[in-house]
């Protein structure tokens, strides 16, 4: 991860304020609960993943838990944000396209598309499908969308 990817995806101003208000005790600590650096410690996938489907953060570790309740991670904005990036993602690598009579190219397309993409939140790994929080994620926000 670059120092602009960290500093892009985790040194936002909300992220920051939420972060502010909530630090681990030194009891918290020693049970592997801290505020990862992102510059420090470059691989995420070991600690939080994005769940493919609601684009919300889950945590795997004590420290991936924390560190997403703490930066307030999974705020509607930033899943927004993820949600619409998956799309940006979906529509240039998996999206095949056909090119009928005088249409323009699809490079000047592709390449605002990738313009759009490096100014999001970079990818993180999805949560395997085996995980035991996968289906636990999609029971949580069934019951927050419809109350069951």
Known sequence: MSLFTC???FAQAHCN????????TKKDRKKGIYIINPCAELDYGFHIFEHP???RLIGVTPAGD?????????????????RERAAIHSLLF?????????MQPPTLYSELLRE??????????????????YDEELRLVKQLTTGF
């Open 7 to 9: 500093v892009r995806f």
């Open 17 to 24: 304020g939420s972060k502010s208000r909530i630090w681990p």
């Open 53 to 55: 489907e609601t684009h």
């Open 66 to 82: 924390f560190h997403i309740t703490a930066c307030d991670l999974n705020a509607p904005h930033l899943v927004a944000e993820r």
């Open 94 to 102: 998996r999206t095949p396209v056909l090119i009928k009579g005088n």
């Open 116 to 133: 759009q993409l490096d100014k999001m939140i970079p990818m993180i790994p999805f949560l395997p499908k085996d995980n035991p929080k």
